[in-house]
């Protein structure tokens, strides 16, 4: 079995054991984390002091040599400098018309405004191809970005954790044919780290700077550094795929791997939740219906008006006000202003719509339940004592699934999705077969390498769990004094 942390390494080694080539045939300047000794600015003459070397890492236990490491290499600058932004209908056109005479596959990624604007949608979309360049669009500046989808049909998109950028790109009418993802690649080869910056340095031997990923990607015009730091982002990703299909080619994986971008893209965008109110952190704490009725009107009032306002929910009140007033159910603006969670501008000038939800609450005759009834188990710590047969079965099989995930080089999530294992565990088929498991698997949407892995596994645990360890006794504080 290849160990990732060596494997990237010797990788990371061979790729800096000589000046870095960039695409446009341009030697990258190497430099240090610190700033400091071993720069090297583009144009001066000099020798680098190299710093003490990373000589072996520790994994497991076990020390594993690596022999001596160069630096990363700073990326600092795109490779064809920083492009304009695209916010005019004539630009877009010429976008798209660039990418669709491009060759290769097309790196995309968006940049969103988490925690400052209404929902997720994409407030920059950056795309790369070979002989099309880097381009920065506004989708803000458009009613849709279909004319990119359309010049990019048939093209394998290159993205770094999709789940998370696919949703907002169909926002704007954008949906991939094909789909590579890196980071799902890198779980699946066995990385020990899967974000972009990580898999990078060690694939890549690139610094790849971070620090704006969480910025108010709302803010026009956008700052040049953050513009620089989105276009970046794109530059790396055919390289990075590249590697990332030399390791799982290595291993026997590449056919996993395939069959994960296939179903992300056939899933489509997940449905909307139901009663999405019903998440509120803390509900759980609720006791009465028509406290949670409150909880309800509360989150409903906010969501209508952060949409309203285009601003991130939580940023009127947090979920605590309004776990705090349905319990409190105040009535006065005095008495709401008092409760944690309500302070500042926002929360003064909405007291009034606050409290009209309260009331809306306490006058309701359609109160929710407290419980809403579905076929999703209960949570694996009670299963003893609800079920003691699913409990000795799902204590089977999940240690042997672990043991196969750590075998394989693959996390155990990534396996088999652990809720699947606990809906098998949980109501296995009527007749336990690796045929009936097998099926049952790929109901609950199991892909068929997984299923190939895990159904003789399961089959067996299923049908002969082994017994739960039997419970101490509990003593009481007076059993020690006997004697």
């Known amino acids: 079995m290849t160990n990732p942390e060596s494997s990237t390494h010797s990788r990371a080694r061979a790729k800096m054991s000589t000046p870095r080539q960039g695409r446009e045939g341009h030697s990258s300047p190497a430099s240090n984390s610190e700033g400091t000794a071993g720069t090297r600015t583009p144009g001066t003459a000099g020798t680098e002091v190299a710093p003490t070397p990373l000589t072996s890492v520790v994994i497991d236990g076990v020390r594993v040599e690596l022999g001596d490491l160069p630096e990363l290499v700073e990326l600092d600058m795109p490779s064809d400098g920083i492009p304009a932004v695209v916010e005019t209908e004539p630009a877009l056109q010429r976008c798209a018309a660039a990418l669709a005479a491009g060759r290769g596959p097309a790196a995309v990624d968006t940049e969103r405004a988490s925690g400052f604007r209404y929902g997720q949608r994409a407030m920059l979309v950056q795309i790369r191809r070979e002989g099309a360049g880097t381009w920065l669009i506004d989708p803000e500046a458009f ?38 993802d890196t980071e799902l690649a890198a779980r699946i080869a066995g990385l020990p780290r899967v974000g972009l910056g990580a898999v990078v340095e060690s694939l890549l031997g690139y610094h790849l700077a971070k620090e704006h990923s969480a910025a108010d990607w709302s803010t026009r015009p956008l700052p040049e550094p953050w513009l620089r730091y989105a276009a970046l982002d794109v530059e790396v990703l055919v390289d990075l795929e590249e590697e990332l299909v030399a390791l799982l080619e290595n291993d026997g994986k590449l056919d996993y791997a395939a069959q994960e971008f296939q179903h992300l893209i056939d899933a489509g965008v997940p449905a909307p939740r139901v009663d999405p109110w019903r998440r509120t952190s803390g509900s759980h704490t609720i006791r009465n219906r028509v406290q949670l009725g409150a909880v309800r009107e509360l989150w409903q009032t906010r969501e209508r008006l952060a949409e309203h306002r285009d601003i991130a929910p939580s940023r009127l009140i947090p979920d605590s006000a309004i776990i705090a007033a349905a319990k409190g159910m105040p009535a006065t603006v005095p008495a709401l202003l008092a409760l944690s969670g309500f302070h500042g501008r926002a929360a003064k000038r909405d007291a009034p719509k606050w409290l009209h939800a309260l009331q809306t609450a306490k006058n309701s005759t359609d109160l929710p339940p407290l419980q809403v009834s579905n076929n999703t188990p209960p949570p694996p710590r009670v299963w003893a004592e609800r079920d003691v047969a699913a409990a000795a079965r799902y204590a089977t099989a999940r240690p042997r699934l672990a043991d196969l995930a750590e075998e394989l080089n693959i996390p155990v999530e990534n396996i088999l999705t652990p809720d699947f294992l606990r809906r098998v565990c949980w109501r296995p088929p009527s007749t336990i077969t690796v045929q009936t498991v097998s099926a049952q698997l790929a109901e609950l949407g199991a892909r068929p390498w997984q299923i190939e892995k895990t159904a003789a596994l399961l089959t067996e645990a299923l049908a002969n769990p082994e017994p739960l360890p039997a419970k101490e006794p509990k003593t009481s504080k007076n059993d020690g004094d006997a004697g």
């Open 143 to 180: 009613a849709d970005l279909k004319i990119i989808d359309e010049a990019l049909r048939g093209v394998e998109w290159i993205l770094h954790a999709a789940s998370q950028d696919l949703p907002c790109l169909a926002g704007v009418g954008m949906w991939p044919d094909k789909l590579f």
